[in-house]
C-alpha cells in the first residue's frame, strides 16, 4: 500500500486488477497486456535470436547453455509425445513455454510496481501478468486451436478429417452423436487450456494482492513462502500449456 | 473478465513469435545441438578406433621385440660359431706356415751342408792331390796314377 491517501481494501484489489484500457466495448485494447507481452516476447525471443545467430556446435557460452537447456527439454517432450511429421510443433511448443514462463514471472515482481511506475507516466492501472488476462490465455489457446483444425487438415485431408468426426467413437450409424462429441471435444480444448493458466495466475496475484494489503512487517513472512511457491506454479503452469498443446497437435496429427 | 479486441492483438503477438522461434530461433539451434551429438559420437568412435589401434600395436611391437631378441640370439650364436672357425683355421695355417717355414729351413741347411761337403770334397781332393804329388813327385807320375787318385776322391 504506497498511495499516501490509503484506499479501501475493495478500492485497492479493484485497483490491481483493473487494465489499462482504451476504447469502448469490444473495440478496446488492454494496453498492459499487449505492451507488457510484447515487450516480455521481444526481450526473451531477441535474446535467443541473438544466441541462434551466433550458435556454435563446439564449447557453448553460459547464454547459449541455457537456451540449448530449453531447446532440449522441449525438443525431447515433444519427441516423447508428438509422432507426426510436423515441423511446426516443436518450435510452437517452444515459444508457448518460454514466452509464458516469461510472462508468468512477472507475478514475481512486487504487486505495486507496475502500477507506480506506470503512474509516473500518468497511467492509472497497469496489470502486469498478462496471463491474468483472459484476452492473452485464449488469444493463445484458440492460436493452438486453429492449429489443431490445420494439423487436422494437413494430416488426414479434408476427407479424413470429416470422416473421423462421424465415426468416432460410435461408428457411422451413430454420426450426429460422434459430431456432437467431436465439437464439445474440440471447444472444451481451448477453454480449458485458456482457462487453467488464466485462474493458475490470477488466483497467485490475488493472492499476492492480499499479501500486499497486510502491514509491512508480516508481508514477507507470508509473501516469501507463497513467492518461492510460485517459482512452481509460474514453471508448471508454462509446461503444461506447453505440454497439452503438443498432446492436441499429436491428437490432430494422428488417426484415432 | 471482458474479452475485447486485445485477444486479436495478442494473438497477432503470438503468431509473430511462432513464426519467429520457427524460422530463427529453432533451426539453428537444433542443428547446432545434432551436430555437436554427432561431434561427441565421432569423438567417441575415433577413441574406440585409437584404443583398437593402439593394443594392436602394442603386440605388434612386442612381436617384433621377441622377433628381434631372437634374431640376436641367434646372430650371436653365429658370430660364436665363426670366430670358433677362425680361431681355428688360424691355428691350422699358422701350423701349416711353421711346418712350411721348417721344411724351407731344413732344405737350406741340407743345401749348404751339400754345398760343404762337396766344396770340402773338392778341397780335399786337391789337397790329397798335392799331398800325393808332394810325396809322389819324386817317385811316382801323376800322369800314371791319376785314376787312383779320382777314385779315391770321389770316395770322400
Not at chain 2, 569423438?43 to 617384433?64: C, M, P, Q, T
Amino acid at each position: 500500500m504506497s498511495e499516501s491517501a490509503a484506499p479501501s481494501a475493495t478500492e485497492y484489489i479493484q485497483h490491481h486488477l483493473t487494465n489499462f484500457t482504451v476504447g469502448h466495448g469490444f473495440w478496446s485494447l488492454n494496453l498492459d497486456t499487449l505492451i507488457t507481452s510484447a515487450f516480455l516476447g521481444l526481450v526473451i525471443f531477441g535474446t535467443m535470436f541473438m544466441v541462434a545467430r551466433k550458435v556454435t556446435s563446439g564449447v557453448p557460452g553460459k547464454l547459449q547453455s541455457v537456451v540449448e537447456v530449453v531447446i532440449e527439454m522441449v525438443e525431447e517432450q515433444v519427441h516423447d509425445t508428438f509422432h507426426g511429421d510436423s515441423k511446426l510443433v516443436a518450435p510452437l511448443a517452444l515459444t508457448i513455454f518460454v514466452w509464458v514462463f516469461a510472462i508468468n514471472a512477472m507475478d514475481l515482481l512486487p504487486v505495486d510496481l507496475a502500477p507506480m511506475i506506470a503512474s509516473l507516466f500518468g497511467v492509472e492501472h497497469w496489470k502486469v501478468v498478462p496471463t491474468t488476462d483472459p484476452n492473452h490465455t485464449f488469444a493463445m489457446s484458440l492460436t493452438v486451436f486453429f492449429l489443431c483444425i490445420y494439423g487436422n487438415f494437413a494430416a488426414k485431408g479434408a476427407g479424413g478429417y470429416a470422416k473421423e468426426a462421424l465415426t468416432v467413437p460410435f461408428g457411422p450409424a451413430m454420426a450426429p452423436a460422434n459430431l456432437i462429441f467431436r465439437i464439445l471435444e474440440d471447444l472444451a480444448k481451448p477453454i480449458s487450456l485458456s482457462l487453467r493458466l488464466f485462474g493458475n495466475m490470477y488466483a497467485g496475484e490475488m493472492v499476492f494482492i492480499l499479501i500486499g494489503l497486510m502491514p509491512i512487517y508480516v508481508q514477507w513472512i507470508l509473501g516469501a513462502p507463497w513467492a518461492i511457491f510460485h517459482i512452481l506454479v509460474i514453471t508448471l503452469q508454462a509446461f503444461i500449456f506447453m505440454i497439452l498443446t503438443v498432446i492436441y497437435m499429436s491428437m490432430a496429427y494422428e488417426s484415432h | 473478465m471482458n474479452i475485447n479486441a486485445t485477444i486479436i492483438g495478442q494473438a497477432i503477438t503470438f503468431a509473430i513469435l511462432i513464426w519467429f522461434t520457427l524460422k530463427f530461433v529453432w533451426p539453428p539451434v537444433t542443428a547446432a545441438l545434432e551436430e555437436r551429438a554427432q561431434k561427441i559420437a565421432d569423438g567417441l568412435a575415433a577413441a574406440e578406433r585409437a584404443k583398437a589401434d593402439l593394443s594392436l600395436a602394442e603386440r605388434k611391437s612386442a612381436d617384433a621385440m621377441v622377433e628381434a631378441r631372437q634374431k640376436a640370439a641367434e646372430i650371436i650364436a653365429m658370430s660364436e660359431k665363426r670366430r670358433a672357425e677362425i680361431v681355428e683355421e688360424a691355428k691350422h695355417e699358422a701350423i701349416a706356415e711353421a711346418d712350411r717355414i721348417k721344411a724351407a729351413a731344413k732344405a737350406e741347411v741340407e743345401q749348404e751342408a751339400y754345398r760343404a761337403r762337396e766344396a770340402l770334397r773338392a778341397q780335399v781332393a786337391s789337397l790329397a792331390v798335392a799331398g800325393a804329388e808332394r810325396i809322389l813327385r819324386r817317385e811316382i807320375n801323376a800322369e800314371v796314377h791319376v785314376d787312383l787318385l779320382t777314385a779315391l776322391s770321389a770316395e770322400l
